[in-house]
């Protein structure tokens, strides 16, 4: 399995495809159905194992579109690799995914290489990158806001996204939002900022936030990169007191990302930031984490407490 860096442009990438005649697989495509359908459109064995090993077989009875990112990501995963090729090159297969889902993406990709496929992979967090600062607007108004027992569900689903959550906040700071693929962070955010609407409970404001959805496009090549960094420099640029921001940092280079919790940290001075994440290192920068898991909020608390108290963190931090 081996590392394509795209610090040189896209020669190297061409150079691999050409030499391995390796199919790319861009895992940007919106797919059309039921996901079982699409995992087992080919060999249904195969489908069945590569949705157990990805930890997707209870999307199953899904549609693509009814899935969580991470979930689509893992989806579009599993599509690829049920097709059997003998070399390819996956665009940015890790972003999205929860650190269970991307060990066990891993997993699967050495696995497959001892299999004898050929494969490649690119991933613009371990690229360097170039320095970009971004510039951040203080905030004069003060956050208010309510979050008071919502629960919502997603259309036609059996099951709710977000179940009797509550959270407040009158201060600036910085709280990251963590959970595994499809504990309803982003619905959450979607409640927060009133694009959907609770079934029960209320969410009060008192300003407009800005809201940043999660990043559907992909492509490790500079355009798409260029327009997040804008929607960032934008949201760094707004005066609003509360801002939402759901996967800010993927897609993000390291000397990006390093910027970004610069940025982050100097804007949480004066406003209050709401970052729904996969990205452990934001975890160290948060004065709060909140933790969902399967709709429900699991631990509420400032950093210290939360790192005292989760086995799993504490492990991952002393192991890297
Ligand atoms: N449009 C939708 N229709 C139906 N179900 C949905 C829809 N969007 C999300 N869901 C489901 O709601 C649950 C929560 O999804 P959500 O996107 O909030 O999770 P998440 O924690 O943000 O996940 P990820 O880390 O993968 O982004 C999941 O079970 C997901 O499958």
């Known amino acids: 399995m081996r590392w394509l860096s795209l610090t040189d442009g896209h020669e190297v990438l061409d150079d691999w495809v050409r030499t391995e005649q390796a199919k790319i697989v861009h895992l940007d495509t919106p797919l059309a159905g039921k996901v079982a359908s699409l995992i087992s459109e080919g060999d249904a064995l195969r489908g069945a194992e590569l949705a157990a090993l990805l930890q997707i077989d209870h999307l199953f009875h899904?549609?693509?579109?009814?899935?969580?990112?991470?979930?689509?990501?893992?989806?579009?995963?599993?599509?690829?690799?049920s097709k059997s090729t003998e070399a390819l090159v996956l665009i940015e297969p890790f972003r999205h995914l929860d650190r269970f889902r991307s060990e066990h993406l891993s997993m699967l990709l050495?696995?497959?290489?001892?299999?004898?496929?050929?494969i490649a992979y690119t991933d613009r967090a371990r690229e360097r990158g170039v320095a970009d600062r971004f510039l951040v607007a203080k905030t004069i108004t003060s956050p208010h806001l309510d979050v008071n027992d919502v629960s919502y569900r997603?259309?036609?689903?059996?099951?709710?996204?977000?179940?009797?959550?509550?959270?407040?906040?009158r201060g600036p700071g910085l709280t990251v939002c963590i959970g595994t693929n499809g504990s309803g962070k982003s619905t959450?955010?979607?409640l927060i900022a009133k694009s959907?609407?609770?079934?029960?409970?209320?969410?009060?404001?008192?300003?407009?936030?800005?809201?940043?959805?999660?990043?559907?496009?992909y492509g490790p090549f500079p355009h798409a990169t260029n327009r997040r960094f804008a929607?960032?420099?934008?949201?760094?640029?707004?005066?609003?007191?509360?801002?939402l921001l759901d996967e800010p940092t993927v897609g993000l280079t390291e000397l990006e990302r390093r910027d970004f919790e610069r940025a982050l940290s100097e804007k949480a001075e004066t406003a209050h930031i709401i970052c729904a994440t996969h990205d452990e290192q934001l975890i160290k920068t948060a004065d709060r984490i909140i933790c969902l898991s399967n709709g429900a909020l699991v631990f509420d608390g400032d950093r210290s407490e939360y790192m005292k108290r989760s086995a799993l963190w504490s492990h991952m931090s002393s192991s890297s």
């Open 110 to 118: 050495r696995r497959l290489t001892n299999l004898g496929v050929r």
């Open 188 to 190: 959450l955010l979607e």
């Open 196 to 217: 959907v609407r609770p079934l029960y409970g209320k969410v009060k404001w008192s300003e407009r936030p800005v809201y940043l959805p999660a990043d559907q496009e």
């Open 62 to 81: 899904k549609r693509f579109d009814e899935c969580s990112s991470g979930e689509r990501q893992l989806v579009r995963i599993a599509y690829a690799l």
């Open 154 to 169: 997603h259309p036609l689903q059996a099951s709710y996204a977000v179940e009797h959550v509550s959270y407040e906040t």
């Open 231 to 243: 929607q960032l420099q934008a949201v760094f640029a707004s005066e609003a007191s509360l801002l």
